[in-house]
């Protein structure tokens, strides 16, 4: 239901929902990184629930192609404001609020 969801998202989990199977996935902040300036490792954590009605199939329903967009989208967003580059950033933004407009009002409030 919608409150799940939104509850979900606030604490930072991307959700991608195909019919009635759900993929959850979390990722880290980078660890084992000396500097702050340079690229560094984290743990991305993915937990799929199946449809109970049809048989299991492999990836149940898919890898999460939203998660995926939404995880790109964020990081070049990351990378551009690091830059100082608002134009890149304001149309990151715009890209991210399209493709889940939930999680763009909840990292704007």
């Given at each position: 239901d919608?409150k ?18 759900v ?44 998660n ?10 990351s ?31």
């Amino acid at each position: 239901d919608e409150k799940t969801y939104v509850g979900w998202v606030r604490e930072r989990v991307l959700v991608d929902v195909q019919g009635d199977d759900v993929l959850l996935q979390i990722f880290t902040r980078p660890i084992l990184q000396s500097n702050a300036n340079e690229e560094a490792p984290f743990l991305e954590f993915i937990q799929r629930v199946c449809s109970a009605r049809e048989l299991p199939r492999p990836g149940c329903g898919g890898f999460g192609i939203r998660n995926f967009l939404v995880l790109f989208l964020s990081i070049e967003l990351s990378s551009a404001a690091q830059r100082g580059d608002a134009a890149a950033s304001s149309l990151l933004r715009e890209q991210l609020a399209e493709s889940n407009p939930i999680l763009a009002d909840i990292a704007d409030a």
